[in-house]
């Protein structure tokens, strides 16, 4: 098993940026690659981020390159996901997810655990 507890989440101006956590305990952290998903009312969720087991590769869709950031600290357990620029549309509920294989990272079924998520507000 491996919990996962998001924080970061808050209300923020468009243009602002936040840095969202998402702490896991359990089994070995090193093991899982790590994704950051966001569901907005009335819609599905969607990818956001990944990082593979080692941090040496991250993927992200067009919507967010070049404003959100994903990194993990693995002796601390943490991923992170910093988030710059951010528009009224980005607003959610951010969940981190926990993987144990480095591919199909952008798809929900690759991940076997999930954080109760964090809300994240943009306002115009």
């Known amino acids: 098993q491996v919990q996962l507890v998001e924080s970061g989440g808050g209300l923020v101006q468009a243009g602002g940026s936040l840095r969202l956590s998402c702490a896991a305990s359990?089994?070995?952290?090193?093991?899982?690659?790590m994704g950051w998903f966001r569901q907005a009312p009335g819609k599905e969720r969607e990818f956001v981020a990944s990082i593979s087991m080692s941090g040496a590769t991250t993927y992200g869709p067009e919507s967010v390159k070049g404003r959100f950031t994903i990194s993990r600290d693995n002796a601390k357990r943490t991923v992170f996901l910093q988030m710059h620029s951010l528009k009224p549309e980005d607003t959610a509920v951010y969940y981190c997810g926990a993987a144990p294989t480095n591919y199909g990272l952008g798809y929900r079924d690759s991940y076997a655990y999930w954080g109760q998520g964090t809300q994240v507000t943009v306002s115009s």
């Open positions: 359990g089994r070995a952290f090193i093991n899982y690659a």
